[in-house]
């Protein structure tokens, strides 16, 4: 209990004390090389009972990264870089200032595996969601590795119709597959605009009163309206179709959907047959480049804040039919909301200067996951680090590691869209005034930084062993 008070103690003066000036801890390139996750903007299929679905498998990402960890990582690398974050061996306790210890040339390796799952939990005024799904792999990357994070999308629609033909394989009377050559589109719920044109559907009177006369739900900030471009960046969550323009129905679906602080609701002009030139007649016809079009109403979820510079989906051509986006307003809780309590880890604490890139000769290591700002990866990149730690000092015969005790989860924004969770540790516990940072260019490129929050570990870890 003693020594649990004096730890205790100790932790708080280093917390309260005034940083240091310190080389930056920012890995540029950890960001410029990541790739982009699979989606990052909902399916153009106009599939009313689909949805996309970005989630993490807790477990096996945890069971990943500590299988792939091989190399300790200790405090005192100041002014390296971050893609070197884990090449020192631990040598001290978390109550002392180290000096620079005997370095190792090999890097920590992050896999990450994760299965998929749906938001259960929408409005009434949603449309339910299929169960029948394909996988795609999402690249995940770390400043030291590439992995993976899965979404998942439904692909097929129910149908009233008898079979028109002997059924394809893979589908049975009764079910459509909306990719098969000028299939059917579920109908849309709004209103089919005449003239059928473009520029009809972008002047149509009813879209531009719903966009305008919309309300901001409780809780959020309108942050665009009525744009004619919807929200794409790599915090893409997943989406539904509604059956009006319901704001209130979407932000229910936002508040009951995990790490959604943020929704993009619009008018999307859809195809009401799959367009198609010379396909494979299998009952629906084989030619049908610019088939007559349908509306939909679209609500998509988004795991970061966002605002007007991020609506850069101005819609995309399928064959020849053109998609296209008419009142899009956007809503953000981000300023409102505070992230999950991690297992394990105290209370999460905001960081209103910005993020700590600069931890002196406290900070361990970084890693880089492209997505939405989840600080749960940090946590299990924290604590398998921990573990490594541990087991390289124990074989060693060494009396003491480096514990992780903090860490730092911040979304980096490039160019003002969202890229991902950046995630800083930290041997011991430090205080706002550190988190400094917010935000550099590089080249003609800048780094932003939102969403910043440090999590300390619920019982501090002395390194003893």
Do not use: H
Request: hydrophobic fraction near 30%; charge should be negative; aromatic fraction near 10%.
């Amino acid at each position: 209990m003693r020594s649990n008070i004096i730890l205790a103690a100790a932790l708080a003066r280093i917390a309260a004390a005034a940083p240091a000036p310190a080389p930056q801890q920012f890995d540029f390139d950890a960001i410029l090389n990541a790739p982009s996750p699979t989606a990052t903007v909902p399916p153009v299929i106009a599939v009313a009972s689909s949805s996309t679905t970005f989630s993490i498998d807790t477990a096996s990402l945890a069971a990943s990264i500590a299988a792939e960890i091989t190399t300790a990582a200790t405090a005192s690398i100041t002014g390296a870089s971050a893609s070197a974050a884990s090449t020192e061996e631990p040598t001290t306790t978390v109550l002392d200032k180290r000096g620079n210890t005997q370095k190792t040339t090999s890097s920590s390796i992050w896999s990450t595996s994760t299965s998929t799952k749906s938001s259960s939990k929408s409005s009434s005024t949603l449309s339910s969601s299929t169960s029948s799904a394909k996988s795609s792999s999402v690249p995940v990357t770390s400043s030291t590795s590439t992995s993976t994070l899965q979404q998942s999308s439904s692909t097929t629609s129910s149908s009233s119709t008898a079979c028109p033909t002997t059924p394809e394989a893979g589908t049975y009377c009764g079910f459509i597959n909306p990719e098969d050559a000028c299939a059917p589109q579920p109908a849309g719920s709004g209103p089919q605009v005449q003239p059928d044109t473009v520029a009809a559907f972008y002047a149509y009177p009813a879209f531009m009163q719903d966009a305008l006369n919309a309300k901001t739900p409780s809780g959020y900030v309108e942050t665009f309206k009525n744009l004619n471009a919807s929200t794409s960046a790599n915090s893409y969550l997943t989406y539904e179709t509604l059956t009006s323009y319901n704001v209130s129905g979407c932000a229910s679906f936002c508040d009951n959907t995990d790490l959604c602080t943020a929704f993009n609701i619009y008018i999307e002009r859809d195809p009401s047959v799959n367009p198609t030139t010379n396909g494979t007649d299998i009952g629906w016809g084989s030619d049908c480049p610019n088939p007559s079009s349908i509306t939909n109403y679209k609500c998509s979820l988004w795991g970061s804040n966002i605002d007007a510079s991020s609506a850069t989906n101005f819609g995309d051509y399928r064959d020849e039919f053109q998609v296209v986006i008419a009142g899009s307003n956007g809503y953000d809780k981000t300023n409102n909301t505070t992230p999950a309590t991690q297992p394990g880890w105290s209370a999460p604490s905001g960081c209103s200067g910005g993020a700590i890139s600069s931890g002196g000769s406290y900070w361990m290591g970084s890693n880089f996951y492209p997505g939405p700002f989840d600080p749960s990866v940090c946590a299990i990149y924290a604590q398998a680090q921990t573990s490594t730690n541990k087991q390289v000092a124990q074989q060693k015969g060494a009396k003491s590691y480096t514990p992780c005790n903090m860490f730092n989860a911040y979304m980096v924004q490039k160019n003002g869209i969202a890229q991902g969770t950046y995630c800083q540790l930290y041997d011991t516990v430090l205080s706002d005034s550190w988190a400094s940072f917010s935000g550099a260019w590089s080249g003609a490129t800048f780094f932003g930084v939102t969403s910043s929050w440090t999590y300390s570990l619920s019982e501090l870890l002395d390194g003893k062993l």
